[in-house]
């Protein structure tokens, strides 16, 4: 059974950075393909970025530039890293592990951003 457990979530000034980490119990992030998604007050939740088992990343336009995804192997951990923040990036960000038909669920890290 694969557990999730992310950190690194808090409150922020706008323009500030937050490193976002999801560490990877029962199985290697490698062999799935991780992601993280955001939920904001009132809305679905959304995806921000996926890291692919090949080591491909892909970031959602909204937030392309700004942030980063990448996979520290001996950790066993992937990472968002979020720069320039806006309040509009305030949300709750989920870390997501998906190899069919198994779908994975951290339970979540606060991301707060004041103007």
């Known amino acids: 059974q694969v557990s999730l457990v992310e950190s690194g979530g808090g409150a922020v000034q706008s323009g500030g950075s937050l490193r976002l980490s999801c560490r990877v119990l029962?199985?290697?992030?490698?062999?799935?393909?991780m992601a993280w998604y955001r939920r904001t007050p009132g809305e679905q939740c959304t995806s921000v970025a996926t890291?692919?088992?090949?080591?491909?990343?892909n970031i959602t336009d909204s937030v392309n530039g700004r942030f980063v995804i990448s996979g520290d192997n001996p950790e066993n951990t992937v990472y968002l890293e979020m720069n320039n923040l806006k309040p509009e990036d305030t949300a709750v960000y989920y870390c997501?592990?998906?190899?069919?038909?198994?779908?994975?669920w951290g339970r979540g890290t606060q991301v707060t951003v004041s103007s």
């Open positions: 890291l692919s088992p090949d080591g491909r990343a």
């Open positions: 997501n592990a998906k190899q069919w038909p198994y779908s994975y």
């Open positions: 029962g199985g290697r992030f490698s062999d799935y393909m």
